[in-house]
C-alpha cells in the first residue's frame, strides 16, 4: 500500500473548472473521504487519481512516483464503482479471478487467491453463481472481491454503496471499514452522505463548487467547521446560525446578540462587520435564567431526544434536549448556549474567524 499526494490539482473542461487547485495528503493504509455535494468536484478528483481523467495542472504521487500523467493501467489502482460493473456472462468467481487471468497468473495461484478473498467477504458460497441472481449486497461484495484480488497500491471508491437500500448500506458501511482495517489498505472513498463520511473515514475532505473547504479528521470538522457552508453540510440537524453585527475586540470571550452576552472562544484578532455566531443543536440549552429568549415554534420527538425548534431575534434555533423535558409550543423560553463550543463566522466570506477553538486549524479572510 502507499500513500496519496495531491498538489495544486486542477481540471478545466472547457471554460468550465471542475477542480481548483487541490491539494492533500492521504497517509498509507488511511481510510480516506472525498465529501461533498453533486457536482462539488469529487468524483473528477478520484477520476484524476485514478488515470481515467487527465489533470489540467498538478501533481499526483502514488508511492512516491509522480503518475499524473500516466494512464490507469500503469497506476496499480483498484477503482470500485457505484453500479458494480460486473460481467453478467461470468459467474461470481470468474469475476473476481478475471484481474489475475488477464494478468496471466498460474490456474493455481488463482484458485487460491479467490478462495482468500471470498472467505474475507463471507461470500465462499456463491462463488459457482451467476452474478445476475445476487442481492445487490452481495454483487457489492463480489465488486469489492475483484478490487482486493489484485492487491492494488490503493483502492479508489466512488459511492459503492449509494445504489442499496438504507438498512443494508448501514451495515454495508460497517463490512467495508472492518474489511479496510483488516487489510490496511490506503483507500480513498467518495460520498455526499456525510453520515457515512463521519462513520467510516479517518480524515476528510470537505468539496464544495471544485475548492476544498476544510481538510481535517471528522471531529475537527465537526467542532471546528472552517466555513459556513462545513457547518451547515456536517450534522443533523446542521449548525445553527444568529445573524448579528458588532465590534469584537482581541482577546474577547463573548459577543453581544439582541443586547444578551453570549459567550465565545477567545479571538485571536479584532474583528467589526457582520458576523455569525454558530452554534450545534446538542450545545444549545433551555433554562429559564437566560437573558436571551426564543418561542417554540416546533418538537420533534425522536425518542431518547427531541429537536425543538426556536424563533429568536437572530435567527431560527434548533435545541436538541430529553425527550421528557417540558417543551410547549408557542412558549416563550430562555436560551443557554455553550460558548466554548461555539464558532464565529465572518458573514461576508463565509470563513470561520480565528479563536481559541480553531487557531492553528482555521484562519479568517
Known sequence: MAEIVIRNLRKEFGEFTAVQSSS??????????LLGPSGCGKTTTLRMIAGLELPTSGEIYIGGEEVGQRPASERDIAFVFQMFALYPHMNVRRNISY??????????QVREKVAEVAKILGIEEILDRPVGGLSGGDRQRVALGRAIVREPKCFLMDEPLGALDAEFREHMSEELRKLHDRM???TVYVTHDQLEA???????????HGVIEQFGTPQDIYDKPASLFVADFIGSPSMNFLRFHGSLEAGATEAVLSHQPLGIPALREPFDGDMVYGVRPEHVRLSDSAGYRGEIVAAE???TTQIVTLATPNGE???????????RVGETVGLAFNGATATLFDNQTGRAIRSDLNEGVLSHG
Not at 492533500?24 to 473521504?33: Q, R
Not at 484481474?99 to 493455481?108: H, I, Y
Not at 463521519?198 to 464544495?208: L, R, S
Open 184 to 186: 490496511g489498505a490506503t
Open 301 to 303: 420527538y425522536l425518542g
Open 24 to 33: 492533500f495528503k492521504v497517509e498509507d493504509g488511511e481510510f480516506f473521504m
Open 99 to 108: 484481474p489475475l487471468v488477464s494478468q496471466g497468473m498460474p490456474r493455481a
Open 317 to 327: 434555533v434548533k435545541a436538541r434536549i430529553a425527550s421528557d423535558q417540558p417543551a
Open 198 to 208: 463521519m462513520q467510516m473515514g479517518d480524515k476528510i475532505v470537505v468539496m464544495n
